[in-house]
């Protein structure tokens, strides 16, 4: 406290036992210089100082959607052109382009989004499309019925170049929305 003032030196906000001088310049917070943040229009309290989410990274409902729909549909028809073809030894090459490929349409359609959020949308999303929708699109065409869920897993048990090929697929499509 200063001499002659009757004013206690105000304390920050986050450690109550230090005091200062400084004041938060959005808010008007206290702030002492171990939580204070520098920022070019003057010294911020850690809440006001951190910066936005730039928009690239914001999902929106909208776009989350659009993007789960394009990477679903066309890892489904990858899978199922990969279960009819019976690619073999070419899924390890097919498999990272074909991701790739995915990840960028499920990008474009969703306004070029990436970033974690949209790897793990194009991740979950073409894991569905390979692994369960490819093989039921496959039973429908060729057998004109749906596959339960143990006769889609025994199919893809029995074709191991196939999983090689989804793994991969998978990894493209997050490599490409990253």
Not at 30 to 40: A, G, K, Q, R, S
Not at 43 to 61: F, H, N, V
Not at 128 to 144: E, H, N, R
Not at 145 to 158: T, Y
Request: proline share 7%; net charge positive.
């Amino acid at each position: 406290m200063a001499v002659g003032s009757d004013q206690e030196t105000p304390k920050c906000a986050r450690h109550p036992n230090v005091e200062t001088g400084l004041r938060c310049a959005a808010c008007g917070t206290p702030i002492c210089p171990d939580c204070m943040v520098e920022t070019p229009v003057g010294m911020k309290c850690p809440d006001c100082g951190r910066l936005p989410l730039p928009s690239i990274y914001r999902l929106t409902p909208g776009t989350l959607l659009i993007a789960v729909v394009v990477a679903a549909a066309l890892s489904a028809v990858a899978a199922a052109l990969a279960l009819v073809l019976r690619l073999g030894f070419l899924a390890i090459f097919l498999g990272p382009f074909a991701g790739g490929l995915i990840g960028e349409a499920a990008s474009r359609a969703a306004g070029w989004k990436r970033g974690p959020a949209m790897a793990r949308v194009a991740a979950i999303s073409s894991a569905i499309g390979l692994v369960f929708l490819g093989p039921q699109i496959v039973s429908a065409l060729i057998g004109g019925r749906a596959l339960s869920v143990e006769e889609s897993l025994s199919l893809l048990a029995v074709r191991p170049f196939f999983l090689v090929f989804a793994g991969l697929a998978v990894a493209g499509a997050v490599w490409r929305t990253r």
